[in-house]
């Protein structure tokens, strides 16, 4: 016999699923979930938005939360439907204080929201940008003027 | 402002103890110039690792893996970038002198660059074997850095080379539940590269290799290679293919595989530039270097850029 899971359960599943490109920063901290909806024969459908539609990552992260989804609800598990959302569009404004945080700590990104110059994650002085683009479409390269650190910095 | 040591003594017991140096300390010229000498040669080895990458866009089987190929010569391209902008920091050379060093054959990449790519089969096995050489190498590094620049870069570099690790193992298992002529192109790719893989970790480490005395890397060449062969050969020997190592030992009770003798003559040709396939890459990223030239001509001369901001 199999219960239903709580959408609550499922979110907290879908939670520790962390980005590829990012381990220790969660894809529901980046913003990448949209919706959950459990129906009422158990059946789950997670909405999640891509920040790039080319990303070469998103078949792996559906795979990893197909996987953390299917683990909750008991012997059985619930069905599963991942879904990449056309809309709405992915912004810098989806990340969470905690992903902006781990990323200035961790990994040296800023994430540029609005105009004006991005501070240094470093020592907080102002970046110039270097690149328009870095390793991935995502991000930009930007130099430190203060402490000279390279910098890449995230932008919608 | 930066950091001064009073000799070479009081600068290792900073490193011994931890310390991080950062690119305005008074380092001593000669570690200044092993971290850039080393720094130098990953950016030069993400640099024609992604040309390569980017020959195989077109040929790559089927869109998810042509998409991720994309990403991933954007991946490369960019950590050479990131790269040289923390060489150049450290005043030795500047970018255009390393790019054009790199172009007449005057410093090194990474050996399994100067073999030819031929099949798709090929691509899975460098993608599979070789990337995962590189990342073990790179983790070695990260563990301990005492360049605190570098450091936090190879942090970032790491995170994407485990993506990639991770796609080189779905394309391998793939081919290896394939068809009978995928198996064979396989193996045959497997006969290549195998060797080269195994050469990238480099000879046995010296017990005087100033790159571990001066923390710079924190494992032994010969331990991350003794690793990569007990994952490796077990794992590819499960999936029905053969190891083309005829000393390759397996101790049943311990569980543990060892390479035969390694003959290091082909990984001294590559660092002499004499590989099978050296002149045709290093011609071919000359070809495109002189090929983009009006890209940067463009973007020097951009109204923003032409301002004042570094070109």
């Known amino acids: 016999m199999t219960s239903i899971p709580t959408v609550e359960a499922v979110r907290a599943a879908v939670a520790t699923v962390d980005d590829p490109e990012y381990p220790g920063i969660s894809i529901v901290d980046l913003g990448l979930l949209e919706s959950v909806e459990v129906r009422p024969d158990g059946d789950v459908v997670v909405g999640l938005v891509p920040t790039f539609s080319g990303c070469p990552a998103l078949a792996m992260i559906a795979e990893d939360v197909h996987a953390a989804v299917a683990a909750v609800g008991g012997v059985t598990g619930p069905r599963v439907d991942i879904r990449w959302l056309s809309g709405p569009v992915w912004t810098v404004e989806r990340l969470t204080g905690t992903a902006r945080r781990t990323m200035a700590e961790e990994f040296t990104v800023a994430v540029r929201i609005g105009a004006g110059p991005v501070p240094c994650p470093r020592c907080g002085g102002d970046t110039a940008e270097e690149s328009m683009f870095g390793p991935s479409r995502c991000r930009a390269v930007h130099v430190c003027h203060s402490c000279t650190e390279v910098v890449e910095v995230m932008r919608a | ?311």
């Open chain 2, 1 to 311: 402002m930066g950091r001064t040591w009073a000799s070479m003594d009081e600068f290792e017991a900073f490193l011994d103890d931890g310390g991080t140096v950062e690119v305005d300390d008074e380092m001593p010229d000669d570690y200044r110039q092993a971290v850039f000498a080393f720094i130098e040669m990953h950016a030069n080895s993400e640099l024609m690792g992604g040309l390569t990458e980017r020959d195989w866009i077109p040929r790559t089987p089927g869109l998810r893996h042509k998409m991720a190929v994309l990403a991933k010569t954007q991946d490369e391209i960019g950590h050479g970038h990131l790269l040289y902008m923390v060489a150049a920091d450290m005043g030795l050379k500047t970018r255009r002198e390393m790019l054009e060093d790199l172009f007449a054959g005057r410093s090194k990449f990474h050996n399994v660059f100067h073999y030819r790519a031929a099949t798709w089969g090929d691509q899975v096995a460098i993608s599979f074997l070789v990337d995962a050489a590189a990342l073990a190498s790179q983790q070695a590094v990260f563990k301990n850095c005492s360049y605190g620049p570098y450091r936090r870069i190879l942090k970032r570099i790491i995170a994407e080379e485990g993506f990639h690790m991770r796609m080189g193992e779905e394309r391998m298992m793939l081919i290896a539940e394939g068809t009978d002529f995928q198996q064979v192109m396989f193996q045959q790719s497997l006969n290549n590269w195998w060797w080269p893989a195994l050469q990238l970790f480099g000879p046995d480490s010296k017990p005087d290799d100033v790159l571990l005395r001066w923390h710079i890397k924190s494992e032994r060449n010969e331990v991350l290679r003794a690793r990569w062969v007990q994952k490796f050969a077990p794992m590819l020997i499960s999936y029905g293919f053969t190891i083309p190592d005829p000393g390759l030992v397996h101790d049943a009770e311990a569980d543990t595989w060892t390479a035969g003798p390694i003959d290091w003559e082909p990984l001294k040709r590559t660092l002499a530039m004499g590989g099978p396939d050296s002149a045709r890459r290093i011609g071919e990223a000359a070809a495109n270097w002189a090929d983009t030239r009006w890209v940067r001509e463009a973007m020097d001369n951009a109204p923003d850029r032409a301002a004042g901001a570094p070109a």
